[in-house]
């Protein structure tokens, strides 16, 4: 940062000694030149710019007097060696900044795109400078100005550095949570059952929003909305708040009582003899509601209260159970049954038919249209209203004594005729083409009957002839109804059968007699070519035998046999050569090769040889530890041998793979399978390669906290207890020693000086024992001590002889 500061103090001073021009150097003149010139070498007058020859970067300029100066071009700058350097190359700008000269202006260092300069001329990245704070990123416009964009759900603060959670800004009350949208938006939800309330963040109860009078209770559903739910018997007002008694609400008027279900609904109960209207709240006299008209009285029910109406005779109630109508115009029988008129009898009314009409099928009908005469005419008696038919000419009366039939019709006359009638007589004569076969008209073409040929009818009288198909070689027989083939009466295979008949293309009914195809004539008749040559094959090769080919026999190796390079038929099987499979023979009796596919064996690509898949598969070679086996099903493959498990596409040993841990040895199951077992005194761990000392696992459960007790195993078992630490005994629960517990343990003192024989220490074991304090006895084991200035040994048993351990 110093270069710069440098640099820049040098070049203004270099530019405010030097400017407007540098070098002024004055040339020396002998005598009077011009003005601008000066003399050469030479001494002769020349132009003092010529003279004076400035460098690069600069111009030649004459003051008043005419004398030459070197001028640097604008950009440029004198150096103290008289040159002319562009101005940048004179600064020296901050790694990050760029030498920027305008014109008619001194170079300045401005800083590169995305930097700024400092109080001390340095260029810093502006994204340093801008140093956000929180969850925002730097980012630079096209100018390179920074500015802090924050991350999805913050927002930037007023100091444009920081960026602050959304949520931590909406900052929601309790009951509430903080959420963001998609954009990052924060904005409080309220927990279900409360709602949000206009500031936006606090969120209130429902049912203390809902404010429940009395005899009402505040509930919510599943989503949290709030509703009053009055007690039984109340309901809930318009303001969705109030509840008020139903019997209030309902209101009855006289001769009625409110009353309310087990729903707590209220509904007005009149009294017998009333009926509620449809206010729900009036009861009014069922009589008073009945209002029995005139010809009719009105009656309650004494149990029911019900009222009803009774019509006078002759008289019958309607429909609305209050009209009582004359039973005549009920009947109406102008509308029910047209054509009729009403009778009165025995309380009810009847409707009659009128003169000339007669009921039918519940309708009173013309008795001419109920006669309904067909073919006739129709006529009434004028008395008896009764109708009768006449029939038009040719028609017949038939017994119904409505119907006239046409007498062709009666006629009955049989298909394929037509009826005729005469002097009112029918008759049925056959339609041209058909003639008479007893009682009907048959078919010219049916009656003749043609066999093999095509019948035809003469046009005029329709009778019937026979075409035989000449070019089917087909001729007609002299009973001129039948067609025979030619072939049939030359009877070629009368005499023998392997004879056949043969038409002349152009002629089909010119046949002759041949051999069938593979026979030929032989001693008169038409024998089979085979039977002729065969003799002639079997003494050739007795595997040899005839073919007809091209209706000749020939002689040649029989079915399952080939020509072998002797000349002789070979069996084909023996020719192909199979190894290592079977030889088939196809129906032609070609020889072919197959493998006991069952058993694994595949044919190879010379068509002979069978080779087991496993050879091919190679297992051994490819892993030592695998071997082949084949099914069926999946083909052949490369299981692992026992013991030994897939990894890594090698076939490794199971116990490799087991990784049992310390304290532990690996074995295998009969299926091959690893599995750890641990050293006793150890617990195999859930993840199966693990032991753990059993004394650490009981420690960890319960572990041993008695007065000199530690963790011990069995050494048989390696179960785990807690057992007393060496040289220590249990007693009554507590571990003890021996030697400090007289109760337990003694050695006894010397009777005469109260002195101790012996002194109690403990084995390895930690049972107690007495050492003698002085010597053994040799024969009994007892301690011996010695008494000063007597020559005899006194001699005194201890608790135990010396020699012998106590038990524990």
Same mark, same amino acid.
């Not at 913050?154 to 929601?172: M, P, V, Y």
């Given at each position: 940062m110093g270069r710069l500061v440098l640099a820049a103090a040098l070049l203004a001073l270099m530019l405010s000694a030097c400017a407007p021009m540098a070098a002024a150097i004055? !040339?020396?003149?002998?005598g009077a030149c011009p003005w601008g010139k000066g003399r050469d070498v030479s001494g002769n007058c020349a132009d003092t710019c010529a003279l004076r020859n400035c460098g690069a970067n600069s111009r030649c300029l004459k003051d008043e007097a005419g004398w030459a100066n070197c001028v640097c071009l604008r950009g440029f700058q004198l150096l103290p060696n008289a040159s002319c350097a562009h101005s940048c190359a004179i600064?020296?700008?901050?790694?990050?900044?760029?030498?920027?000269?305008?014109?008619?202006?001194?170079?300045?260092?401005?800083?590169?795109?995305? =930097?700024?300069?400092?109080?001390?001329?340095?260029?810093?990245?502006?994204?340093? !400078?801008?140093?956000?704070?929180g969850n925002g990123t730097c980012q630079k416009d096209v100018n390179g100005t920074a500015s802090c964009v924050c991350g999805w759900?913050?927002?930037?603060?007023?100091?444009?550095?920081?960026?602050?959670?959304?949520?931590?800004?909406?900052?929601?009350?309790a009951n509430g949570q903080c959420q963001k949208d998609a954009a990052g938006a924060a904005s409080c939800v309220c927990d279900t059952g409360y709602t949000l309330q206009s500031d936006g963040r606090t969120c209130k109860d429902n049912c203390e929003i809902q404010s429940c009078g009395a005899n009402g209770q505040c509930q919510k559903d599943a989503a949290g909305a709030a509703s009053c739910v009055c007690d039984t018997g109340y309901t809930l007002q318009s303001d969705g708040r109030t509840c008020k008694d139903n019997c209030e609400i309902q209101s009855c008027g006289a001769n009625g009582q409110c009353q309310k279900d087990a729903a707590g609904a209220a509904s007005c109960a009149c009294d017998t003899g009333y009926t509620l209207q449809s206010d729900g709240r009036t009861c009014k006299d069922n009589c008073e509601i009945q209002s029995c008209g005139a010809n009719g009285q009105c009656y309650k029910n004494e149990t029911t209260g019900e009222a009803f109406c009774v019509c006078d005779d002759y008289y019958v109630l309607q429909g609305d159970g209050r009209t009582c109508t004359d039973i005549c115009i009920v009947k109406d029988c102008a509308v029910s049954l047209p054509n009729s008129h009403c009778v009165k009898a025995n309380l009810t009314a009847t409707c009659e038919c009128n003169k000339k009409f007669a009921l039918s099928e519940g309708t009173c009908h013309d008795t001419c249209e109920l006669k309904a005469c067909v073919n006739g005419t129709c006529s009434q008696d004028e008395e008896t209203g009764e109708a009768s038919c006449a029939c038009y000419p040719d028609f017949e009366l038939q017994s119904d004594?409505?119907?006239?039939?046409?007498?062709?019709? !009666?006629?009955?006359?049989?298909?394929?005729? =037509?009826c005729v009638k005469e002097a009112g007589k029918p008759t049925c004569p056959c339609l041209k083409g058909f003639d008479k076969s007893g009682d009907l008209c048959v078919d010219t073409c049916e009656l003749k009957g043609c066999v093999d040929g095509e019948c035809f009818k003469y046009e005029e009288t329709g009778a019937a002839y026979c075409v035989c198909n000449a070019t089917a070689g087909l001729a007609l027989l002299p009973d001129e109804t039948t067609c025979q083939d030619a072939c049939t009466t030359a009877a070629c295979d009368d005499n023998d059968a392997n004879r056949e008949c043969i038409r002349n293309p152009e002629n089909p009914a010119d046949v002759r007699c041949e051999c069938k195809t593979n026979y030929t004539m032989f001693e008169g008749k038409c024998t089979d070519v085979c039977v002729i040559k065969e003799p002639d094959c079997a003494s050739a090769d007795v595997n040899s035998t005839c073919y007809k080919r091209g209706g000749q026999g020939v002689c040649d190796c029989k079915e399952g046999y080939a020509l072998s390079e002797d000349g002789k038929c070979t069996d084909t099987c023996d020719l192909k050569g199979c190894v290592g499979g079977t030889c088939n023979k196809y129906l032609d009796g070609m020889a072919y090769c197959s493998c006991d596919a069952d058993a694994g064996f595949v044919l190879l690509a010379d068509q002979l040889t069978c080779e087991h898949v496993?050879?091919?598969k190679n297992c051994e070679a490819n892993d030592p530890n695998s071997y082949c086996t084949w099914t069926r099903e999946n083909g052949a493959s490369c299981p692992c041998q026992l013991k030994f498990q897939e990894s890594a596409g090698k076939c490794t040993d199971t116990c490799e793979l087991q990784k049992c841990g310390e304290h532990s040895e690996c074995q295998y199951h009969d299926d091959g399978s690893a599995y750890c077992v641990c050293d006793t005194g150890f617990t195999l761990q859930p993840d199966g390669v693990t032991c753990k000392d059993n004394c650490a696992i009981l420690m960890e459960s319960a572990p041993c906290t008695g007065v000199n007790e530690q963790c011990g195993t069995d050494p048989t078992t390696g179960v785990a207890s807690c057992v007393c630490k060496p040289y220590y005994h249990r007693n009554a629960g507590t571990c003890v020693n021996k030697c400090f517990e007289p109760v337990l343990f003694h050695c006894k003192d010397d009777k005469k000086t109260g002195l101790p024989l012996a002194e109690c220490v403990r084995r390895v074991d930690g049972n107690p024992f007495c050492m003698c304090e002085e010597k053994v006895d040799p024969k009994t084991g007892n301690c011996i001590v010695v008494i000063p200035g007597s020559p005899d040994q006194d001699y005194v048993n201890a608790t135990w002889p010396a020699a012998t351990w106590p038990a524990p």
């Open positions: 004055r !040339l020396p003149t002998s600064l020296v700008c901050d790694v990050h900044a760029t030498c920027v000269k305008e014109e008619d202006s001194l170079a300045t260092c401005v800083c590169n795109w995305g =930097y700024a300069m400092t109080p001390d001329n340095g260029c810093v990245d502006t994204c340093v !400078l801008k140093s956000c704070v759900g913050s927002t930037l603060q007023l100091d444009k550095r920081t960026c602050a959670d959304n949520c931590e800004i909406q900052s929601c009350g004594n409505r119907t006239c039939i046409d007498i062709c019709v !009666l006629a009955n006359c049989t298909a394929n005729s =037509y496993c050879i091919s």
